[in-house]
Antibody, heavy 119, light 105 residues
């Protein structure tokens, strides 16, 4: 069974940093591209970043470029999102999601972790 | 960037009814579209990919159709467990529609 379990969320002040983790199990993690997708309270879904299977390429939405870094440790089957210079508009539930093999949609999602940026 | 316009924003329907949700892309997306269901307090779940292919384990009352810039999700014989929000997503820059909240009448 595919499982994605996020951790590392919480309350953080504007301008500070936070690092999210996503522990994967039930599949060969190193075969799959992975992504972070967020959802602001009572709002829709917004793709944040994608990393390909071996970590050699990464992609970001414009609003987080230069502030967020997606990475992975295939030996630990873990995905990360380092979030720096956080802003109030980054407040959201962050989901870890698996790209369907070779595809641009998401076939499994974690339960999500809340990040609140507020002073 | 390709924009997605999803309608309606909310929908109220009776058990057993057929409902349709639509997404319109700002340009041709060549069937590069997925649909997700998000139940209250839960994470999204994939329903449909490539505009009309049913994901593993999804009930056959769900179906997707469309081409070019116009796509739709149809739910036949609405069940109580279908109460959820539904989102479309196009593949080219991973843009999601704004969502449709489906409630029981």
């Amino acid at each position: 069974e595919v499982q994605l379990v996020e951790s590392g969320g919480g309350l953080v002040q504007p301008g500070r940093s936070l690092k999210l983790s996503c522990a994967a199990s039930g599949f060969t993690f190193s075969d799959y591209a992975m992504a972070w997708v967020r959802q602001a309270p009572k709002k829709g879904l917004e793709w944040v970043a994608t990393i390909i299977y071996d970590g050699s390429s990464t992609y970001y939405r414009d609003s987080v470029k230069g502030r967020f870094t997606i990475s992975r440790d295939n030996a630990k089957s873990t995905l990360y999102l380092q979030m720096d210079s956080l802003r109030s508009e980054d407040t959201a539930t962050y989901y870890c999601a698996r790209h369907r093999l070779g595809a641009d949609y998401f076939d499994y999602w974690g339960q999500g972790v809340m990040v609140t940026v507020s002073s | 960037d390709i924009q997605m316009t999803q309608s309606p924003a909310s929908l109220s329907a009776s058990l057993g009814e057929t409902v349709t949700i639509e997404c319109r892309a700002s340009e041709d997306i060549y069937n590069g579209l997925a649909w997700y269901q998000q139940k209250p307090g839960k994470s999204p779940q994939l329903l449909i990919y490539n505009a009309n292919s049913l994901h593993t384990g999804v009930p056959s009352r769900f179906s997707g159709s469309g081409s070019g810039t116009q796509y739709s999700l149809k739910i036949n014989s609405l069940q109580s467990e279908d109460v959820a929000s539904y989102f479309c997503q196009q593949y080219y820059n991973y843009t999601f529609g704004a969502g449709t909240k489906l409630e029981l009448k």
